[in-house]
């Protein structure tokens, strides 16, 4: 969740940096939005992207744990 | 700022995925399929939207004049080519509607195959240079000492002006340089032809040689 939590603010950030380009398109502003702002959009997409991963391993082994038939010993 | 359909597009995704992070931030909700959904909207589509958009948009305002008068030093260019009394090579370009707001990329750009990545990093060039040599020297030090880093081509010039128009070929200063012309030896731009293109630089470059 915490993980989650800093990938939404992260993206809020970059999102702040596209709209500043987008709205004073000078050079430092659009050098920015296409290095920072992408950098830390991609970066936050894959901080989600691990935790949905993450979430559905655990959930796999769980349901494999739970099939897999008990020791009779 | 000007029109442009990719620049709404961008800031309507911005919009909504800020709308979608500042939800989930505030309310805290429980980390179900739902939510996950939802922040992959917020966190994933969205952005990517808002960046690919952001990036035409960003491009286009790239070619803009606004956005190369907005480092001081060009500020006599662009004032030039705003100028509706100049008659600078330039200042004629940026009034025909061909050329319009877009002048300075429209003849500075590289026309080869691969012109937009080759004028882009050449444009990466101008932001270091300025950045870390020229942001505080005056505007009057510029005109007299900056010269355009290459020649500027007549391929450009050729890029409207063909030279297979029979017209152009009536005139006699064309036919007697054609060769010339074609093989780049002699600019279309130069002093007695139809340039300088802003001549308020080889001025500036004059009256300092000359000791003023």
Partial sequence: MRLLQLSAVVTLLALALMVWSMLQPTPLPVMLAMTVGQGLGTLALGAFLFVVVRDLRRTYVKRRDAQEPKDPS | ?212
């Fill in chain 2, 1 to 212: 700022m000007h029109f442009d359909p990719f620049l709404i597009a961008a800031l309507v995704t911005t919009g909504i995925a800020a709308v979608l992070l500042l939800w989930f931030l505030i309310r805290r909700p429980a980390l179900t399929k739902s939510t996950k959904v939802i922040l992959m909207f917020g966190i994933g589509i969205l952005p990517l939207m808002t960046a690919a958009n952001g990036n035409v948009a960003g491009f286009h305002a790239t070619t803009q004049r606004s956005f190369c008068g907005s480092c001081h030093v060009m500020t006599p260019y662009s004032d030039d080519s705003d100028n509706r009394e100049s008659t600078s090579l330039a200042a004629r370009h940026a009034r025909n509607q061909m050329f319009g707001d877009q002048n300075c990329y429209t003849c500075h750009a590289d026309y080869g195959m691969f012109g937009v990545i080759v004028t882009k990093m050449g444009g990466l060039r101008h932001v270091y240079e300025y950045t870390m040599n020229y942001r505080n020297m005056p505007v009057k030090q510029f005109l007299e000492e900056i010269e355009i880093r290459k020649p500027f081509p007549n391929s450009t010039c050729m890029h409207c002006h063909s030279t297979e128009n029979p017209l152009w070929g009536t005139i006699s200063d064309h036919t007697s340089t054609i060769d010339r012309l074609r093989a780049g030896t002699l600019s279309c731009a130069s002093e007695g032809c139809h340039g300088p293109a802003h001549p308020f630089s080889k001025e500036a470059k004059r009256l300092k040689a000359a000791g003023h």
